[in-house]
């Protein structure tokens, strides 16, 4: 197993998604650039700290998707996000750009291209997959202002469901449910024959709708069970942390 020091989580766009590449194979990395690129596919964890996985612990949680998915690829050991809040984080991890870069009152702001932008121009086949209102794809979160509705640059999308009575940033759906309309969609491209990019996110780690760890690593072990291997690049991250011991210390909330 690989490990590897990482000071944030901004480079995806670029590096990082090269070096997962070796993940599957080695010959994967250069089909990166032939006529028929992998797919991709992108995976974040709302809330998810390394004291959940047995492949950082070595303790009593057995995660064998994670844990298959570290044996055989690239473990970064200090990652850190760009913010201790979902949307934020999130919005600079989509534009390999810094919240101090995207979040300012100057005029002009700088120039935003999200990761799903990149991969449509090139083209693969983007959708989104959120499973909390917040980050559903037609909202512009008030920290983000007009700099970046989470759907941009997606092809399709497929929002949380509103819920009468209760607003749009505390509706969420279960893993299960996002993983039955992701994989539903990945098989589609899949039999199309075409390269595609998938972001999935999963909320339910994330208070008030806190789980047992386990459907989080099932949830997981089904979703890359329907992928092809051979010709797919997999990234899996947290987009923050939060520490019950020390929720106030920055670090703790940032390391993930």
Not at 199 to 217: E, G, K, M, N
Request: glycine share 6%; charged share 20%; proline share 7%.
């Amino acid at each position: 197993m690989a490990r590897i020091v990482c000071w944030g989580l901004v480079c995806l766009q670029g590096i990082l998604l090269l070096i997962l590449a070796a993940r599957f194979s080695p010959a994967l990395v250069d089909r990166l650039v032939q006529p028929r690129p992998p797919s991709v596919l992108l995976v974040t964890i709302d809330m998810l700290e390394t004291r959940h996985l047995h492949c950082y612990t070595g303790g009593k949680t057995w995660t064998p998707s994670f844990h298959s998915l570290a044996s055989d690829g690239i473990l970064f050991e200090r990652m850190y996000a760009q913010a201790p809040v979902t949307d934020v984080s999130h919005a600079s991890l989509m534009t390999s750009r810094y919240p101090s870069e995207l979040f300012t009152d100057r005029d002009p702001r700088v120039a935003v291209h999200t990761m799903a932008e990149q991969f449509a121009r090139r083209g693969f086949r983007t959708a989104y997959f959120p499973s909390c209102g917040l980050l559903n794809p037609e909202v512009t979160s008030k920290e983000v202002a007009d700099v970046l509705p989470f759907g941009r640059g997606f092809q399709e999308t497929f929002p949380v469901d509103a819920r009468e009575g209760v607003p749009l940033f505390d509706t969420h759906r279960s893993g299960t449910d996002t993983n039955r309309i992701a994989i539903s969609w990945i098989a589609r491209q899949s039999a199309a024959g075409r390269p595609w990019f998938a972001h999935v996110h999963y909320r339910d780690l994330h208070p008030p709708a806190v789980l047992s760890f386990q459907p989080v690593d099932d949830n997981l072990g089904a979703l890359l069970a329907a992928v092809d291997r051979e010709n797919a690049v997999v990234a899996v991250l947290s987009d923050h942390a939060s520490s019950p011991r020390a929720p106030r210390l920055l670090d703790r909330r940032l390391h993930v």
